[in-house]
């Protein structure tokens, strides 16, 4: 190192206009008062190089998108810090999910129901997020977009030791195509009495 002869070491220039005298970072040394005589071709005498690191993080369970976080000691170094390394702050993105959709910490999921178990009742599994299966009945004369709620499969609440609701969205599903015998059967049908049209002319 040497002594920065612009600004014979204070780092600082100064300069006279008028009566007034005014001061400025030695723009030739960037305040320190020295230059290196032969810096590194690397850094350039910065002590420092740039390089991208991975770094494995603990994700806490039940954040949410644009939650925030401090992981001390993996950000960069900073010069005037004296080499110790700064923080790195995580911001979270969340990513959508093929199936569930998310409100806060309740999850809604959409399931589908063949008409004839819309008017019969029966039986339906419902998947959670974390792979478990749930049995439900499905109620005689659901209708379509009736919630069926599961308390506390949702997702989990974050700092607490508690979890949102599921909620599974009935979608009545209706044949394609019918068969002889089967549009026969519905004609009969139509014919009994809670399937007769109501309607006075």
């Known amino acids: 190192e040497e002594l920065c002869a612009h600004c014979g070491g204070t780092g600082q220039i100064f300069t006279q206009r008028g009566g007034w005298q005014t001061v400025s970072t030695c723009p030739h040394c960037n305040g320190k008062g020295k230059k290196l005589i032969n810096p590194c071709p690397h850094c350039n005498g910065s002590g420092m190089s740039q390089e991208t690191n991975q770094v494995e993080l603990n994700i806490p ?95 989990p609440v974050y700092g607490y030791n508690s979890y949102g609701n599921l909620y599974a969205i009935v979608k009545l599903v209706l044949p394609k195509k019918l068969n002889d015998n089967e549009i026969k059967l519905l004609q009969e049908l139509k014919e009994q009495e809670n399937f007769k049209n109501n309607e006075t002319n």
């Open 61 to 155: 369970k039940g954040i949410s998108e644009g939650f925030q976080f401090t992981v001390q000691g993996e950000g960069c170094i900073a010069e005037q810090n004296n080499g110790v390394k700064g923080d790195l702050i995580v911001l979270i993105k969340e990513k959508e999910h093929d199936t569930f959709i998310r409100d806060g910490n309740d999850l809604y999921y959409e399931i589908e129901v063949p008409i004839i178990d819309a008017i019969l009742g029966g039986t339906k599994t419902v998947k959670t997020i974390d792979g478990k299966t749930l049995s439900t009945k499905i109620p005689q004369g659901v209708e379509d977009g009736t919630k069926i709620r599961f308390i506390g499969k949702g997702m």
